[in-house]
């Protein structure tokens, strides 16, 4: 999936392009974010995968990079890590433990 969108007035910049790959008992993400308009950017890269342990438990990870850059100002990077664990207990009631830095 991938969009862009540029309001020429407003000098705003958008592009999103996401990237996932399946089988039958794991998944990998891939996403990249671009926003911007004059003098300020932000970026986000993210990777995901996430796996089917048994019929009742899966586990997921997903990391994130962040940088915002504002001109002649401020640069930043962030990264964060998020991981989590789901048991699906009966049609439709899962439980999931989501753990975010």
Known sequence: MASTENRFFAGIQSSFISLAQNSENQGFTFGLQDYG???????????????????????????????LNIQETANQSEFNLDLSLQYHMLDPLKISILIKT
């Open 37 to 67: 308009i004059d003098g300020y950017s932000m970026n986000t890269w993210s990777l995901g995968y996430g796996r089917k342990l048994s019929t009742r438990w899966q586990i997921g990870a997903q990391m994130k990079i962040f940088t």
